[in-house]
């Protein structure tokens, strides 16, 4: 079976990071499968901040058989090509908006901060589009493109690599991942981010800027699934990620002058799954 924890956007407007997926030893039911459960996360208070806050989030997940699945951290997707090796099918995302104000709804310390004032609202997007997913032993590529509806108005390309394993010897095996992303991006997407027009300019204090599309970022995820009974019902997920922001958005002034290239995320999940 195949878990996925992708923190992309998950539940703010922070940058997409993604977790491979980790197999267990058993083929997926057939009919549906429901998680539920919680964790907690931190994580930049926006994409390309400096200061870091703690949120307590839920984890909602919808599986149907091998192909349907949805939730807020992989989105909603149908595997319409399916086999041991290789998965492609139609996906859509949710990245939700980044108010000026710096609200974080599920923060439950840090989250405050006046750098993005001026800077003006990026609404709610929806991103549709499509993903293909390559696996051969204990590699696997992933690959996603999306171009968003509302909000950020850009394209976005996704593609990481992982090399997948399993820890046993020490109480409940530990299936792991850990690889390479990176995530490029035209100007519409950058520059809904990380531009500056001459009126937000005005309003912010900082400089007028137009941003470019190109490499956005690139780093280094890895992700760890413990299964927490026989039966595979319970179960934990930790996650760590590191993204350097690139091109345009690295070079943004919000980033260079109150910000960091460097973004770090940690995260633990606890879920039970009903079948």
């Known amino acids: 079976m195949k878990y996925t924890l992708t923190a992309a956007a998950f539940l703010t407007g922070s940058a997409a990071f993604v977790f491979t997926a980790h197999p267990q030893e058993r083929e997926p039911l057939d009919g549906w499968q429901v998680s539920v459960g919680a964790g907690v996360l931190t994580s930049p208070t926006y994409e390309g901040d400096d200061d870091y806050d703690l949120k307590v989030l839920p984890n909602l997940q919808f599986r149907y058989g091998a192909r349907f699945f949805a939730s807020v951290q992989d989105g909603v997707g149908y595997r319409l090509f ?6 492609a099918g139609p996906i859509a995302r949710v990245r939700f908006s980044r108010d000026e104000d710096g609200d974080q709804t599920f923060s439950v ?3 405050e901060t006046d750098d993005l004032l001026g800077l003006g609202d990026v609404d709610t997007t929806i991103e549709v589009g499509g993903f293909v997913g390559w696996t051969v032993g204990d590699i696997a590529l992933s690959g996603e493109v999306r171009q968003g509806l509302g909000g950020h ?5 996704d593609l990481g690599a992982s090399w997948r394993g399993r820890l046993t010897g020490f109480g409940p095996p530990v299936f792991w991942s850990a690889g390479p992303s990176i995530r490029l991006a035209d100007s519409d997407y950058t520059s809904a981010y990380f531009g500056v027009t001459p009126l937000q300019s005005v309003r912010s204090g900082l400089p007028q800027y137009e941003a470019d599309g190109g490499l956005y970022s690139y780093g280094l995820g890895a992700s760890a ?10 179960s934990l997920v930790m996650i760590a990620g590191y993204d350097q922001l690139a091109g345009d958005a690295g070079d943004a002034p ?9 973004q770090f995320t940690f995260g633990a999940f606890l879920s039970r799954t009903f079948q």
């Open 82 to 87: 399916n086999s041991d090796t290789l998965s």
């Open 109 to 111: 310390t840090g989250g």
């Open 153 to 157: 108005e850009g394209l976005v390309a």
């Open 225 to 234: 699934f413990v299964p927490l009974d026989r039966d595979n019902r319970w």
């Open 254 to 262: 919000l980033v260079d002058l109150r910000g960091a290239r460097d």
